[in-house]
């Protein structure tokens, strides 16, 4: 039974709750400032966060309003530069706080001689921001970005590569993910994955996981096990003292 060695930690929606009021901001104050008429509401932008990555996330929705091929690519660069700025500023300005229970998860996994790893699809422009902001003393293993890959969840190249990163046996290994997108990611990567559940993301599909919290949980408030599959027998590591008491 190989004993937990690393835990790849998503950022958006699993670290952060930063969807609905951070990223989902960003965009429409980007679009306001190019003087669009968009602006992706709380329902809308639930449905659009299918589309990991904000850039495309920006050129799908642009081809839905009709805008024409060859101008989409270059608008969607410009849009999702300017939404990066406005994001990195509300990092800066504390609007992007971490999860209850983020920090002292990742507190006690490095007390246990655990590897600490990010894998998102965000750019990695405002993720150092953000890490750097809310967890300035985490030294982390391994940060693997958006930019870092060229293709996004649910493509598993953002957790293979944080796993070459981290020198680690998979087998050993535990991502954290929110959403669908990130699960089916970290089994294609051949990783056990726990998911912390969110606003946006508690109606996803979610089987595959190994474990489904309603989030990280505090002593005294333990987190909610919304389902305890053992969807993929990874119960070597799943089931040591530390991951599983922590996220109970
Ligand atoms: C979530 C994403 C990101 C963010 C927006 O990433 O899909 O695209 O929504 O960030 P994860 P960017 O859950 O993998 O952390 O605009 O920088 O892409
Ligand atoms: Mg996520």
């Known amino acids: 039974m190989s004993d937990l060695q690393a835990v790849i930690f998503d950022v958006d929606g699993t670290l952060v709750d930063s969807e609905r009021h951070g990223h989902r901001v960003a965009f429409n104050r980007a679009f306001e400032a190019f003087d669009l008429p968009y602006r992706w509401d709380e329902d809308l932008y639930g449905e659009l966060l299918h589309t990991t990555g904000g850039r495309r996330r920006i050129e799908n929705y642009l081809a839905g309003e009709g805008v024409a091929e060859g101008e989409r690519a270059e608008l969607a660069a410009a849009l999702h530069e300017r939404k990066t700025a406005i994001l990195e500023e509300m990092v800066d ?19 246990a001689g655990v590897a600490r790893a990010v894998g998102t699809t965000g750019s990695r422009r405002w993720v150092e921001r953000l890490l750097r902001h809310t967890l300035g003393d985490v030294e982390w293993d391994a940060i693997v970005a958006g930019d870092d890959v060229t293709s996004r969840k649910p493509d598993p190249e953002v957790f293979t590569t944080a796993v070459k990163e981290l020198g680690q046996d998979p087998s050993t290994i535990v991502v954290i993910e929110d959403s669908t997108e990130g699960l089916q990611a970290a089994r294609a990567a051949g990783l056990c994955c726990v998911v912390v ?45 530390l991951l599983r008491t922590l996220l109970r």
């Open 93 to 111: 300005d504390g609007m992007i706080a971490l999860r209850p229970g983020a920090e002292r998860l990742l507190e006690e996994l490095a007390g």
């Open 197 to 241: 559940t969110n606003g946006y993301t508690a109606d996803h599909d979610l089987s595959g996981a190994d474990l489904v919290l309603d989030g990280f949980g505090e002593p005294g408030a333990p987190a909610t096990v919304v389902a305890d599959p053992h969807a993929t027998g990874c119960d070597g590591i799943l089931t040591t003292a």
